[in-house]
């Protein structure tokens, strides 16, 4: 059974930073492309980032662009998101969502995890 | 705003047909598939069809896909209770070189 568990939210300061886990289980990790999606409360899913199977090919909204790094460590199937500059904005829950082979969509989800950016 | 335009809200009685429609442009849907999700508050999206109009084992067929030019659509058909929900259209943009999704649809079945 595929299993995504998101972890590392919580309330941050503007300005600070947070590093988000997903770690996965399930399936062949090193295998597939990864994502992070958001919500923000009342909004719709917006896209984050996402990485290639290799760490090859790495993509960032332009929201975050700049901000925010997307890493894996496949020998641990983990994925990361590091935030660092972090906004009122980014006050979202974070999902980490697994990619069907291109050009499939995100077939797995987690439950997400909360990222709250408050003084 | 949205790349992806969807309408905010849709309805309909138990039993009826629903469309939901999802309006691009020539870098993301007139030229990569449309997937769509179905999620629910509080729990995590599910995919509903993937590649304009492929099911995943286990959606019921009473959902279905479609995509002409720079825009898809989603319907439901022998509307049921559970399928009160929010839906959204994604695809790939050639330009942003990244996902973007629709704004969502609320669908409630009345």
């Known amino acids: 059974e595929v299993q995504l568990v998101e972890s590392g939210g919580g309330l941050v300061k503007p300005g600070g930073s947070l590093r988000l886990s997903c770690a996965a289980s399930?399936?062949?990790?090193?295998?597939?492309?990864m994502n992070w999606v958001r919500q923000a409360p009342g909004k719709g899913l917006e896209w984050v980032s996402s990485?290639?199977?290799?760490?090859?090919?790495?993509y960032y909204a332009d929201s975050v662009k700049g901000r925010f790094t997307i890493s894996r460590d496949n020998a641990e199937n983990s994925l990361y998101l590091q935030m660092n500059s972090l906004r009122a904005e980014d006050t979202a829950v974070y999902y980490c969502a697994k990619a069907e082979q291109w050009p499939g969509g995100f077939d797995y989800w987690g439950q997400g995890t909360l990222v709250t950016v408050s003084s | 705003q949205s790349v992806l335009t969807q309408p905010p809200s849709a309805s309909g009685t138990p039993g009826q047909r629903v469309a939901i429609s999802c309006s691009g442009s020539s870098s993301n849907i007139g030229s990569n598939p449309v997937n769509w999700y179905q999620h629910l508050p509080g729990t995590a999206p599910k995919l509903l069809i993937y590649?304009?109009?492929q099911r995943p084992s286990g959606v019921p067929d009473r959902f279905s896909g479609s995509k002409s030019g720079t825009s898809a659509s989603l319907a439901v058909s022998g509307l049921q209770s559970e399928d009160e929900a929010d839906y959204y259209c994604?695809?790939?943009?050639?330009?942003?070189?990244?996902?973007?999704f629709g704004g969502g649809t609320k669908l409630t079945v009345l």
């Open positions: 399930g399936f062949t990790f090193s295998s597939y492309s």
């Open positions: 990485i290639s199977s290799s760490s090859s090919h790495i």
């Open positions: 590649i304009n109009n």
């Open positions: 994604a695809a790939w943009d050639d330009s942003l070189n990244g996902w973007v």
